[in-house]
């Protein structure tokens, strides 16, 4: 098991789609990715055990210092370097971050490097991530079926432990910590894989009743009142209903988790004509929970981006990579009597899309 996870986290670093330098607290280099290579249009690997200056020599040697104090004043340092490798102009746009052992004492500094041409915007970010997406499959794949022995195991010790031993609780900790474990998983392989199945013929109102339906517990012990305003003789529209489903289900989980102590929740359902023949179907969701910090709002469809000690992050971005396979869009924003709203916009669709 420790030679697969070893081995795993090597090919997840030789495959990351940016470069990584790992440098010692003198500047040697320690370790460095096949892309770090690259682009340091470098072919074999032998800069390891080299003074990183030597290899990119730049006017300021201690670029990649993490003291504040070197820093001060000159807040894009580390940022973007300017350099010669072997007599060539580079530019790199680098982040850096402390490596630190086990006591938390810094070790060296883990440099990421990119093309300045790949810094941004966040589609950019989100294209990297996807790819990270990637990756992340290929290890939820070799993690799921170890982790579903571990469970076995678990609940077969539980069965023989007798309902009222005291050692239930730890059992019990360690099975939800699994599911834990497991919702990143499905949200990591959600992220990474097509968004969008098979298509059909759906009403938006029975997808937005069926969620409710399956959230009602939910509602109940959350003490949250549930408005439905569902417009009568909504029309249907092609869409993937599976998928469609799990949007509709991510932003009701998270209005229900702005409410941590009851409120109510109000979903609406409307047609909004824009053109002769031409029509969106909407969604409103929209709660009286503490709404979105109006600093975070930009930020809250990045991957991995939660201001929730246990969330991960995925909810909207895969919410919203689905929406825009779908040519629709996911819009928030705060209520002026507090809260949130989503609005979930998707063109109406009758033909069959045409396979790509
Ligand atoms: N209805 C809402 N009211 C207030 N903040 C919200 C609401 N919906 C989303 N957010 C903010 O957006 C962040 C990102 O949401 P997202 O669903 O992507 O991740 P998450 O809910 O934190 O984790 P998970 O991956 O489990 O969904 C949340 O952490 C929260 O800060
Ligand atoms: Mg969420």
Not at 242 to 263: C, Y
Request: aromatic share 4%; proline share 5%.
């Amino acid at each position: 098991m420790r030679a697969l996870a070893s081995e795993i986290s090597d090919r997840i670093f030789q495959s990351l789609p940016f470069g990584v330098l790992l440098l010692d607290r003198r500047g040697r280099i320690a370790a460095c990715n096949r892309r770090a290579l690259d682009l340091f249009a470098l072919v074999d690997d032998d800069i390891v055990g080299r003074d990183v200056n030597d290899v990119l020599r730049t006017d300021d040697p201690h670029w990649f210092s993490l003291d504040p104090i070197d820093r001060l004043g000159d807040p894009d340092a580390g940022r973007v370097v300017e350099g010669r490798i072997g007599g060539r102009k580079v530019t790199f746009s680098v982040e850096l971050a402390p490596c630190t052992d086990e006591a938390g004492a810094t070790q060296g500094t883990l440099v990421l490097l990119d093309d300045t041409s790949r810094r941004g915007t966040d589609d950019d970010r989100m294209e990297r991530l996807i790819s990270l997406g990637e990756l992340s499959a290929y290890v939820a794949h070799e993690i799921r079926n170890p982790l579903t022995g571990v469970r076995t195991t678990i609940q077969f010790v539980g069965q023989k432990l007798g309902k009222d031993d005291p050692k239930q609780e730890d059992i019990e900790a360690i099975i939800a910590e699994l599911d834990r474990v497991e919702k990143i998983i499905e949200d990591l392989l959600q992220f990474s894989r097509p968004q969008v199945g098979t298509k059909a013929m759906t009403s938006l109102n029975t997808l937005v009743d069926r969620t409710l339906e399956a959230l009602g517990p939910q509602f109940e012990a959350a003490k949250i009142e549930v408005n439905r305003k569902l417009r009568s003789r909504l029309p249907e529209s092609l869409m993937d209903p599976d998928m469609i489903q799990r949007v509709l289900f991510n932003l009701i989980t998270n209005a229900i988790e702005a409410m941590p102590d009851g409120g109510s929740l109000k979903l609406t359902t409307t047609v909004r004509r824009y053109r002769a023949g031409e029509a969106n179907l909407e969604v409103f969701i929209s709660d009286t929970g503490r709404g979105i910090d109006p600093e975070l709002v930009e930020r809250i469809f990045q991957p991995f981006f939660t201001t929730r000690p246990t969330g991960t992050g995925l909810g909207l971005p895969i919410s919203l990579q689905i929406v825009r396979a779908h040519g629709g869009r996911i819009t928030a924003r705060n209520r002026a009597k507090g809260g949130a709203i989503f609005r979930l916009s998707l063109p109406r669709a009758t033909a069959p899309a045409e396979e790509a």
